[in-house]
C-alpha cells in the first residue's frame, strides 16, 4: 500500500480517536447531570480485498466509527429533600411536552409546582415543559390521554355530611320518675332552647355549611322513665340560623331513643327527623326507617342552605332489623358522660400549600392551607422496546423516537417495570473509573498514530532528498 497509504490509515485512527475522545469528554462532563445516559463510541475496521498474479488477500485500511450507541443502564439514586423530585427504578420515562403538544421523553425528574393559568397550578421541568399524567383512578393510559397535571389554587369548600363520634352515657343517671322527654322541654324561640337541668349532658359538634363557614350543633342527652335508655336531641346553637321558620322547634333537627343491654351495648334505637319547625310529637310523627337509611340522617337548613347529614354513632340497621356495632359504638357504662372521639368530613375553604406525597404507583397528593388533601394525579411512564435503535438525544436531558416509534405507557409500581421514588434523583450512569480508563487507552492511540505519522513523513523525508 505504500507510505502514502499507511499515513492515511494512521490519519482515519487519528479521526476515529478524536471523536471518541470526545465522547468520552462528554460523559466526563455530564458525571453530576441528573438523569443523564452514557454513551459509548465503537469503532470498526475497513479492509480492501486486493488480488493480483503474486497474491490474494485483504488489507487494512483503517477504522470508523460505526456507532455511538447509548447505555441506558440504572443510574444511582441520589436523596433529596424535595418532595416534586423523582427518580425512576427499573425502566420508562417520564412524559412531558411543551405548550404546542409536542411530547419528549426523559429520565431527569427534577420537577417544580409552576402557575399555568389563574386557576391552576402544573409540575413543569428548568425547560417550561410540563409533566404529564392522567386522572388518579385510572390504571391504564396512552400517549393520546395524558395531559398535563392541572393542581386547583384553591379547594373549594364542602359541607358536613358525614359526623361519627364516639359516646359514653353514664349509666349511673336515675331513670325519671316521670318521663320529661328533652322535644317537648324545646323552645327555639326562648333566648335559651333548652334550659340546663332539661338535660343530663350536652356535647358541642363543630361541622361546616356548604360555604365552609363553621358551625356548630349541640346534641344534649337525657334519661328518660325507662331503665338502660336515653334520648338524644340535635339542634344548632342558634335557633335564629334556622331557615325553616320561626317556630317552637326552629333549629332542632333530630330526636332520637337509644336502649342499651345489660353490657352496655346499644340494642334498639329509634330517630325522627325534625322537618316542621312549628310541630313535632314523636307520639304522632313517624319515625326515620333505620332499616332502609342504616344510619339516622337529617336535613340541616341553615338560612336556606341545605345539607343532609348522617349521624353515625358507631352502629347501623342491617336490612333484617339486626343492630350491627363497630368498635367505636357508643356505649352505657358507669362512667361520666365523655365523647371519645368525633369526626366530620366538611371544611372550609383551602388554597394551595404543598405537594407532600408521591406514591411510587405515581399517586400525586396536593396539600391546601384547610388541612385537606387531594389526589390530583397519576403519574404514566413509556418505554420502548429496544432503546438502541428507538430514541434519540436532543439534548437538555430530553430523548425523542425515531419515526414511527410509539411508546407503551404504563402505570409505575413494584411489580411494574418500573416504579418512581420521591425526594429521589437518579444520578448519572456515568462510569468515572471506566471512563478514565478509556481516556488513557485513547489517548496512548490517538499519541501511536500520531507517532506512526511522524516517523512516515520523516521516512518519506529522507527518501526524497537522496533521490
Known sequence: MGVFGSIYTCYSGICVTSLGLHVTSDNITNLNTTGFKGSRCEFMDKVAYASGELFTGQKGLGSFVKDIRTL???????????????????????????????????????FFVNEVDENHFALQNSLGLYLLGADPTVTTADLTSLRPYLIPKVMDPK?????????????????EEVNDPLWSNYDGTKEVALSEGKYDFVWDLPIYDNLGENRHLKLYVDRTANPNEYEI?????????????????????????????????????KFWEITNP???????????????????????????????????????????????????????????????YYTQ????????????????????????????????????????????????????????????????????????????????LEGSNVDLAREMINLIVLQRTFQSNVRVITSLDQLLEDFLNKT
Do not use: H, M
Open 345 to 424: 368530613d366538611g371544611y372550609p375553604q383551602g388554597v394551595f400549600d404543598r405537594i407532600e406525597v408521591i406514591t411510587e404507583e405515581g399517586l400525586i397528593r396536593a396539600w391546601y392551607t384547610n388541612g385537606e388533601n387531594i389526589e390530583v394525579a397519576k403519574i404514566f411512564l413509556a418505554d420502548f422496546v429496544g432503546y438502541e435503535d428507538s430514541l434519540i438525544r436532543i439534548g437538555g436531558n430530553l430523548f425523542q423516537p425515531k419515526e414511527g416509534i410509539k411508546p407503551f405507557i404504563f402505570a409505575p409500581g413494584l411489580y411494574e417495570r418500573g416504579r418512581l421514588v420521591s425526594c429521589a
Open 72 to 110: 441506558y443502564d440504572q443510574g444511582s439514586i441520589i436523596t433529596t429533600d424535595v418532595f416534586t423530585d423523582l427518580a425512576i427504578l427499573g425502566k420508562g420515562f417520564f412524559v412531558i411536552s411543551d405548550q404546542k403538544g409536542n411530547f419528549f421523553y426523559t429520565r431527569d425528574g427534577q
Open 278 to 340: 312549628y310541630t313535632f310529637d314523636p307520639q304522632t310523627d313517624p319515625p326515620l326507617d333505620l332499616i332502609a337509611l342504616q344510619r339516622p340522617q337529617f336535613t340541616l337548613n341553615i338560612k336556606g342552605n341545605t345539607q343532609k347529614i348522617t349521624l353515625d354513632l358507631g352502629f347501623k340497621i342491617e336490612s333484617d332489623g339486626s343492630i350491627t356495632r363497630t368498635p367505636y359504638a357508643t356505649k352505657l357504662l358507669a362512667n361520666p358522660f365523655v365523647q371519645l
Open 233 to 269: 336531641l340535635i339542634a344548632i346553637d342558634d335557633p335564629l340560623l334556622d331557615g325553616r321558620g320561626t317556630g317552637i322547634y326552629q333549629g332542632a333537627f333530630l330526636y332520637g331513643i337509644l336502649t342499651f343491654g345489660g353490657n352496655g351495648d346499644i340494642i334498639g334505637a
Open 159 to 175: 359541607g358536613t355530611g358525614e359526623i361519627s363520634l364516639q359516646l359514653i352515657l353514664d349509666s349511673r343517671k336515675s331513670a
